[in-house]
């Protein structure tokens, strides 16, 4: 996504910056037009209302967590 976003900049002489939210706030600002574009990790069956959307990819999402953190399951987490 950086070399795209880097790339897209470049050749639309355009400026870039990056926000962190809530799919629903990111897409209420589109709907706003205060944000041009939104990238959102929705759920398959999720669809932002009163804005065009298209899916880009699908991926699986992982978590990372120290070994004994509580979610592992471990019993050092227990402790």
């Given amino acids: 996504m950086p070399a795209a976003l880097c790339d897209f900049r470049r050749r639309h002489q355009v400026r870039i910056?990056?926000?962190?939210?809530?799919?629903?706030?990111?897409?209420?600002?589109?709907?706003?037009?205060?944000?041009?574009?939104?990238?959102?990790?929705?759920?398959?069956?999720?669809?932002p209302r009163g804005v065009a959307a298209s899916e880009l990819a699908r991926a699986r999402l992982v978590v990372a967590v120290a070994p004994d953190h509580r979610t592992t399951g471990s019993s050092a987490s227990r402790s």
């Fill in 17 to 47: 910056s990056l926000r962190v939210g809530a799919g629903g706030d990111l897409a209420g600002q589109v709907r706003e037009r205060a944000l041009d574009v939104a990238f959102l990790g929705l759920p398959t069956t999720a669809e």
